[in-house]
């Protein structure tokens, strides 16, 4: 057993597991289903904003706001504001989103990814996308809690901690298994979402690699 791989392992050490997948279009967040409450575009920025308290942490994509003096807390604890959300909505899904993302991965279906990550994110993908290597990815154990939210000026930021085992192949030009792998992923992705925006989609801002357990 490995740690990490997949999708973003590749990128720096973020698995796809370490992607979202987003399994909402246009308008989540306005009520067709338990997704709609979160419509999670992206996978990009705000990764290092937990590093202070986890120093053993290896950030996987890096664009977000600058840490600061700001110290991670647990959900719930410690800030007045705090952006309005059903967490166990939230979750339910975000783990959707996952599964979502790492399916596109496998399908190199990079128009549908860029529906949900920052611009930055999308091009770090379909940079990797373009190596040519096929991938089939199982998702095994999958489990999400919140590990923070809060509200900046001009944003408001809920992280997720991710743990997930998955069983990830490599496949060449002629779809023949050239690696075949069992990885755990632990990882903390942080969603962004401006207030007051008619767009309701939270962006998936940055994925933190944790190097030891919450």
């Given at each position: 057993?490995?740690?990490?791989?997949?999708?973003?392992?590749?990128?720096?050490?973020?698995?796809?597991?370490?992607?979202?997948?987003?399994?909402?279009?246009?308008?989540?967040?306005?009520?067709?289903?338990?997704?709609?409450?979160?419509?999670i575009?992206?996978?990009?920025?705000?990764?290092?904003?937990?590093?202070?308290?986890?120093?053993?942490?290896?950030?996987?994509?890096?664009?977000?706001p600058?840490?600061?003096?700001?110290?991670?807390?647990?959900?719930?604890?410690?800030?007045?504001?705090?952006?309005?959300?059903?967490?166990?909505?939230f979750?339910?899904?975000?783990?959707?989103?996952?599964?979502?993302?790492?399916?596109?991965?496998?399908?190199?279906?990079?128009?549908?990814?860029?529906?949900?990550?920052?611009?930055?994110?999308?091009?770090?993908?379909?940079?990797?996308?373009?190596?040519?290597?096929?991938?089939?990815?199982?998702?095994?154990?999958?489990?999400?809690?919140?590990?923070?939210?809060?509200?900046?000026?001009?944003?408001?930021?809920?992280?997720?901690?991710?743990?997930?085992?998955?069983?990830?192949?490599?496949?060449?030009?002629?779809?023949?298994?050239?690696?075949?792998?069992?990885?755990?992923?632990?990882?903390?992705?942080?969603f962004?979402?401006?207030?007051?925006?008619?767009?309701?989609?939270?962006?998936?801002?940055?994925?933190?690699?944790?190097?030891?357990?919450?």
């Amino acid at each position: 057993t490995s740690t990490r791989g997949g999708m973003l392992g590749a990128l720096g050490g973020l698995a796809m597991g370490g992607l979202l997948g987003a399994l909402l279009f246009g308008g989540a967040f306005e009520g067709i289903n338990l997704f709609d409450v979160l419509v999670i575009g992206g996978l990009a920025a705000m990764l290092i904003l937990l590093l202070r308290r986890h120093a053993a942490t290896q950030p996987a994509y890096a664009g977000g706001p600058a840490p600061g003096n700001r110290e991670m807390t647990s959900f719930g604890q410690g800030r007045a504001l705090r952006p309005s959300i059903d967490e166990a909505h939230f979750l339910e899904a975000a783990r959707n989103i996952y599964l979502r993302m790492q399916r596109d991965w496998d399908a190199g279906d990079l128009e549908d990814i860029r529906r949900f990550c920052t611009p930055d994110i999308a091009e770090r993908i379909a940079a990797e996308m373009q190596q040519g290597h096929g991938h089939q990815t199982e998702v095994g154990m999958l489990e999400a809690s919140i590990a923070d939210a809060w509200i900046e000026q001009d944003a408001e930021w809920v992280s997720v901690h991710f743990r997930a085992m998955l069983r990830e192949k490599t496949l060449d030009a002629q779809g023949h298994t050239t690696e075949d792998k069992t990885a755990e992923v632990n990882e903390i992705w942080h969603f962004r979402h401006e207030p007051g925006s008619d767009d309701p989609t939270w962006y998936l801002a940055g994925i933190q690699q944790v190097e030891r357990p919450l």
